[in-house]
């Protein structure tokens, strides 16, 4: 009784964040008209960059995912498992409270029967080196760049530790793979607000910018919006003294941020409709595992 109230809670909360958030934002922007002006002074050109630059984030999440099918013994190839991160990406933003990690395991399981036990260790793991180079990025703080330094070398160690202190079924390689993609992914966030920042402020350094992002990157964890809407922001704010970013940076690159998010995401679903994806991912009660292949 107590988990379904819990249960029906979640979408109530989801909408009040982000009543909340959008009243903020309204009331900030309002107040503030000149942090309006240096939104629309953003050339065209960053845009444009950042859409690159998060058309390489969703080919790292494309490595994450193949990393930790291959620690489920499953190799979709190339393109099912593209457009099964595009797919489920979409979902994940638009959907009810990050639904895209639940739309995946339903997925592979009813087409590829895939081992959720082991799909469930396996995306643990993943969160488990997103939390790990996300909190060694807040070391900035203390550490400064040797911060970079260090994330590199828990990605090659912790996998070894991994394999012969916990995951002895797993392979080396794939826990190697995914440490490695994982890292890859949070070190391309870094680059994205960085760019985000820069365009908003010339004095936004790239130190600053590892602290804000490994902040930014703990809202996943506590998110019930698309894309922790609110939450993100909530935490940027809340950690302003370690990162020393203003309110308006934050919310205007929050802005900035979910503008090509979206652009991209609906880039995404007009190549899912052109590939007929669309009908690939309907999962149908009468439909059997398959083998997966590789391409």
């Not at 960059?49 to 999440?61: D, H, K, N, R, T």
């Not at 498992?81 to 639904?99: A, D, E, W």
């Not at 940027?236 to 203003?246: P, T």
């Amino acid at each position: 009784m107590q988990f379904s109230r819990i249960k029906l809670l979640k979408p109530i909360i989801a909408s009040v964040v982000l009543i909340g958030t959008a009243l903020v934002f309204i009331y900030y922007f309002s107040q503030n008209p000149e942090t309006l002006q240096r939104l629309r002074d953003v050339p065209m050109s960053t845009l444009l960059l950042l859409l690159f630059l998060y058309g390489l984030f969703m080919a790292s999440l494309v490595w994450i995912q193949r990393a930790t099918l291959g620690l489920c013994n499953l190799d979709l190839g190339k393109k099912e498992s593209t457009l099964l991160v595009m797919y489920s990406s979409i979902i994940n933003f638009f959907g009810p409270l990050q639904s895209g990690p639940g739309f995946r395991a339903a997925y592979l399981k009813k087409r590829h029967d895939v081992n959720l036990k082991k799909y469930t260790a396996a995306t643990l793991m993943y969160y488990g080196f997103y939390a790990l180079f996300s909190g060694v990025l807040l070391l900035s703080f203390f550490i400064g760049w040797a911060s970079l330094p260090l994330a590199v070398a828990f990605a090659f160690v912790t996998p070894f530790l991994l394999k012969h202190l916990k995951y002895r079924t797993f392979a080396s390689v794939h826990i190697a793979s995914l440490s490695f993609a994982t890292l890859t992914q949070v070190m391309l966030m870094t680059i994205i607000y960085f760019v985000q920042l820069r365009s908003l402020s010339e004095e936004a350094a790239y130190l600053q910018t590892l602290i804000y992002t490994g902040a930014a990157n703990f809202a996943l964890f506590v998110s019930l919006t698309p894309g922790a809407i609110g939450f993100r922001e909530s935490f940027l704010l809340f950690s302003q003294y370690a990162h020393g970013f203003e309110s308006g940076i934050i919310l205007t690159a929050s802005l900035i941020d979910r503008s090509v998010y979206v652009t991209l995401l609906l880039i995404l679903t007009l190549i899912i409709f052109g590939f007929h994806a669309e009908d690939t991912f309907k999962i149908q009660n009468d439909q059997k595992p398959k083998k997966s292949s590789k391409q």
